[in-house]
């Protein structure tokens, strides 16, 4: 079967993906069109919603379009950044009965210099082109309607209806984006009794509402959080939230009575509860932040690198299933915006502290130009995947280069910080 690989963040799927992938099938330039959003962009692209949330978005996309398109998560699977020549052969491993062709459009036309391997993937692949209107022209191309997912998003996060959306892809966004204050776990989403979020600054949209401002204090915007909680399930209080002090270390709370928005409860930098209503936060402005999820209970977690050293996430994941007499392959963990590789510059020792903790150094160490560049997404993924953990997933965000992230790094000590919270809304789950 001929199948044309149309690959893309797909942030959201919009009317353009829908007609290139009739048109794909009707022309007979293939038999088959899979649509495979990418779970890492290579070439830095922000702000990407969670990658089953955009699987999900195809998926309806698919089902509007007709039988003959699929969506193919393989790139979950493979090695981080998702590179297109990988993905490609990876397909073509995985289904040796199908030929492969690349679906392309003409604007990333001028792009290839910075691709992995684009004369193989020319040589191999035989790409499609397809034209964008707004972009240049080329002889023999079609040329499509210029729909932006960039214009979409930023309609939803001002709350107005977006152009360009198919009614079944609309639904879910919808439910992702309407009257929720942050960013987004698909995984985390399909728990029905579990509500999450991670958080930004007011810069960006609707969406970005908690900024906790320098440092925590008596008056933590309790407006902000009326507005968070509120976004996510009416019946949640201010009043139960469960805030830590948090001192970089490896203690965790258990069932710690909520101190509300204005108080902390506790040093420490986890929390676990069984009880439905009880809001676990934690506060993040580089390092990062860790969502679970199991059959009994949840966990909030904040993890820098000193933190990830002490061994705080393994502490987590064992006090949340001793909470819940659940087993680590049990737990969803959604690991939320925090500083990434590419621009997380630090040096020999932060990678050697992580090292010595167990987590190897092909997974933890990024060579930068200048010097070594820690990556706290890998080092948390391993030690998460070492602990046992079920599934873990990533809700993307650099936080040293997005504009609607906190960023002490960044910003100094006038850096704000971004809230992330998760509670169970239900007992009997």
Same mark, same amino acid.
């Given at each position: ?261 204005? &108080?902390?409860? *506790?040093?420490?930098? /986890? !929390?676990?509860?069984?009880?439905? #209503? =009880? $809001?676990?936060? %934690?506060?993040? @402005? ?6 679970? &999820?199991?059959? *009994?209970?949840?966990? /909030? !977690?904040?993890?820098?690198?000193? #933190? =990830? $050293?002490?061994? %705080?996430?393994? @502490? ?14 049990? !737990? ?98």
């Amino acid at each position: 079967m001929r199948v044309a690989v149309f690959g893309g963040s797909f942030n959201p799927p919009h009317v353009g993906h829908a007609l290139v992938a009739g048109w794909l099938h009707w022309a007979e330039h293939a038999d088959a069109v899979w649509l495979v959003p990418c779970a890492d962009h290579p070439l830095g692209k922000r702000g990407l919603e969670g990658f089953e949330a955009r699987a999900e978005w195809c998926r309806a996309l698919a089902d509007a379009v007709g039988p003959w398109v699929r969506v193919e998560t393989i790139e979950q699977e493979l090695p981080r950044p998702s590179y297109t020549i990988r993905t490609l052969e990876a397909l073509s491993e995985r289904y040796p009965e199908h030929t492969f062709r690349l679906v392309v459009g003409a604007d990333i036309l001028e792009q290839v210099d910075e691709w992995q391997d684009w004369a193989g993937i020319e040589q191999r692949f035989s790409p499609i082109v397809v034209g964008r209107a707004g972009h240049r022209s080329l002889p023999g191309v079609v040329e499509f309607p210029r729909v932006s997912s960039t214009e979409i998003r930023r309609a939803l996060g001002r709350g107005e209806p977006p152009t360009g959306v198919l009614p079944g892809v609309q639904r879910l966004l919808g439910d992702a984006y309407a009257g929720a204050p942050m960013r987004r776990s698909g995984l985390l989403q399909r728990q029905s009794h579990v509500v999450h979020g991670f958080g930004g600054s007011r810069g960006g949209g609707r969406h970005e509402v908690i900024d906790l401002g320098p440092r925590p204090r008596g008056d933590l915007r309790r407006e902000m959080w009326e507005v968070a909680l509120r976004g996510v399930d009416a019946s949640l209080s201010t009043e139960n939230i469960a805030l830590l002090d948090q001192v970089h270390g490896a203690h965790v709370l258990v069932d710690p009575r909520p101190g509300g928005c204005a &108080s902390t409860v *506790g040093q420490a930098d /986890a !929390v676990v509860s069984t009880q439905a #209503g =009880v $809001v676990l936060a %934690v506060r993040t @402005a580089d390092c990062v932040p860790v969502l679970m &999820s199991a059959p *009994g209970g949840v966990a /909030a !977690v904040h993890a820098g690198w000193r #933190g =990830v $050293v002490a061994g %705080v996430l393994q @502490a987590a994941v064992e006090a949340l299933c001793e909470a819940t007499g659940c087993a680590p392959s049990d !737990v969803i963990a959604a690991v939320g915006p925090h500083a990434s590789a590419a621009h997380y510059e630090t040096g020999p020792e932060v990678v050697e502290a992580m090292v010595r903790a167990g987590v190897p150094r092909e997974k933890v160490c990024f060579m930068g130009p200048r010097r070594e560049h820690t990556n706290l997404r890998g080092a948390v993924t391993h030690v998460l995947e070492a602990a046992g953990v079920g599934t873990v997933e990533h809700v993307s965000g650099c936080t040293l280069t997005d504009a609607d992230l906190h960023s002490h790094r960044r910003d100094g000590e006038l850096a704000g910080r971004q809230a992330s919270f998760i509670a169970r809304v239900s007992c009997t789950s």
